[in-house]
């Protein structure tokens, strides 16, 4: 930006600013895409399930960006040139079929199902074979991925500002959750009158009971452990463990990295 000439109070004339044009891929303007069947790494057979998250993506996929090749021609260029669609998740595979379709962009993906589904996805550059685009959803169930879909598609046709953005944002997660899991759980601290405890339980696809059920009786055995050895009470532990389990309150609860993590407050016992 520069200043207007001879003005001594140093105002910026905002006139000569110009807003940079939104691009995806460096490029302004829609680009013409095409959306080929997810793979599936299940040890069932689910052919069809590649293709229903292929379409669920599709359909949430910004048209300010893209202009979509539908569905039947992409099967029309593969049965013509006789390639499976289930095998067409390597670049270079997808570039193939990208440059026979003349498209500028493909969006590649896998659906993996174990104790987790996990849904990865990427946009390539059908000329250069460069990734623009990646992200993934993971859930416990299909059924209830609907939501983190929608937001991948969010990801893959996404600005290139935004998505720096998102990228920035991703790592510095990726960061703190790195710290975290360096940090030795249980934490117990005496704050006052009370116990503060610190604990942390895998998910490991759990029922959110469960997940609680193990935090609190963790706290109880933590909460008479530290009564006996630290205070030197010499009441039962099972007793120890009942007045716990009656005056524990939960102060905060996050989950970051497959781990739920849960800050309890027990009042402790006059000696």
């Known amino acids: ?14 006139n000569t600013t ?27 057979n689910r052919t069809n399930l590649g293709k229903t998250i292929a379409e669920r993506v599709r359909s949430r996929l910004s048209s300010k960006w893209f202009q979509l090749m539908e ?25 193939k079929v990208g440059q026979l379709a003349d498209v ?16 990865d996805a990427r946009v ?3 000329s250069t074979g460069e990734i623009l685009r990646q992200g993934s959803a993971t859930g416990a169930s299909l059924t209830m991925m609907a939501p983190d879909l929608d937001a991948l598609a969010i990801v893959l046709s996404t600005s290139d500002s935004v998505y720096q953005v998102y ?13 975290e899991s360096l940090r030795q759980y249980p934490i117990v601290k005496r704050e006052g009158d009370d116990l503060v405890v610190e604990i942390r339980v895998a998910l490991r696809n759990k029922r959110e009971t469960t997940v609680y059920a193990e935090a609190r009786q963790k706290l109880r055995e933590l909460y008479a452990a530290y009564c ?26 996050s ?6 993590k849960m800050t309890f407050r027990v009042p402790l016992p006059h000696n």
């Open 1 to 14: 930006m520069s200043r207007s000439a001879g003005n001594s109070a140093g105002h910026v004339n905002t």
């Open 18 to 44: 110009q807003k940079l044009p939104e691009t995806f891929g460096g490029l302004a303007g829609r680009h013409t895409v095409a959306v080929l069947d997810f793979q599936v790494r299940a040890s069932d």
């Open 71 to 95: 569905r039947s021609q992409i099967a029309g260029i593969l049965e013509e040139h006789d390639l499976q669609a289930s095998g067409l998740v390597s670049n270079d595979m997808g570039r």
């Open 104 to 119: 500028s962009y493909l969006v590649l993906g896998s659906v993996t199902m174990g104790e987790n589904v996990v849904v």
């Open 124 to 126: 390539v550059d059908v």
């Open 167 to 179: 990228q920035e944002r991703k790592q510095a997660a990726g960061r703190k959750a790195a710290s």
């Open 228 to 253: 006996k050895d630290e205070l030197g009470l010499r009441l039962p532990k099972s007793e120890l463990m009942d007045d716990c389990r009656k005056n524990a309150e939960c102060e905060d609860v």
């Open 255 to 260: 989950t970051s990295g497959g781990f739920k």
